[in-house]
């Protein structure tokens, strides 16, 4: 019993979050996850799937396979975070971007509704400046240097496009 609650107490310690922090970062994030959920379930009726891994909800394949091929314009996305909702090309995808997809996640935890206009503002400037407005974003610096799912041996690159174009 007591080496039940000293593991318990050790957790908490390690990692596990207060229940009032993880719920004020539920309501923070809440604008962009409900849009997450807006773009998956108005895919299910055309073919978009659904799971509930790490805490957040993933919609994959079909319409939202069907979106992600297309952004940015001109170009193609292996997957895309809106607060605690991830949207992935395929599930195998989802398997190689999700590390990176949830470095994602906490910098929407801590920037809430900020985070999209900060996001696209610095790739704005970046590309006013003649830089990669992605690869130089600092968000996305941030995501590469903890996970690069370019880097992974099952990584195949999202349907048509080549990891060059990986992207989220
Ligand atoms: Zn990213």
Same mark, same amino acid.
């Given at each position: 019993?007591?080496?039940?609650?000293? /593991?318990?107490?050790?957790?908490?310690?390690? +990692?596990?979050?207060? @229940?009032?922090?993880?719920?004020?970062?539920?309501?923070?994030?809440?604008?962009?996850? &409900?849009?997450?959920?807006?773009?998956?379930?108005?895919?299910?009726?055309?073919?978009?799937?659904?799971?509930? $891994?790490? +805490?957040?909800?993933?919609? %994959?394949?079909? *319409?939202?396979?069907?979106?992600? /091929? /297309?952004?940015?314009? +001109?170009?193609?996305?292996?997957?895309?975070?809106?607060?605690?909702?991830? &949207?992935?090309?395929?599930?195998?995808? *989802?398997?190689?971007?999700?590390?990176?997809?949830?470095?994602?996640? $906490?910098? %929407? !935890?801590?920037?809430?509704?900020?985070?999209? @206009? *900060?996001?696209?503002?610095?790739?704005?400037? *970046?590309?006013?400046?003649?830089?990669? @407005? %992605? &690869?130089?974003?600092?968000? !996305?610096?941030?995501?590469?240097?903890?996970?690069?799912? $370019?880097?992974?041996?099952?990584?195949? +690159? @999202?349907?048509?496009?080549?990891?060059?174009?990986? !992207?989220?």
């Amino acid at each position: 019993m007591a080496d039940i609650e000293i /593991r318990h107490r050790s957790a908490r310690v390690h +990692g596990m979050k207060h @229940p009032l922090v993880k719920g004020f970062q539920v309501l923070w994030t809440a604008p962009n996850t &409900l849009l997450g959920i807006a773009v998956g379930v108005i895919g299910l009726p055309c073919g978009t799937r659904a799971q509930w $891994r790490g +805490g957040c909800i993933e919609f %994959y394949g079909g *319409l939202v396979q069907s979106i992600l /091929r /297309r952004v940015p314009p +001109g170009g193609s996305s292996s997957a895309m975070t809106l607060g605690h909702t991830i &949207l992935g090309q395929s599930r195998p995808t *989802l398997e190689v971007v999700r590390e990176h997809e949830h470095v994602h996640v $906490r910098q %929407y !935890e801590t920037w809430g509704p900020l985070f999209l @206009p *900060l996001y696209l503002g610095a790739s704005l400037v *970046l590309w006013m400046r003649k830089k990669d @407005p %992605y &690869l130089d974003n600092p968000f !996305e610096i941030e995501a590469y240097a903890i996970a690069d799912p $370019r880097q992974s041996d099952n990584w195949c +690159g @999202p349907g048509d496009s080549d990891p060059g174009e990986v !992207e989220g």
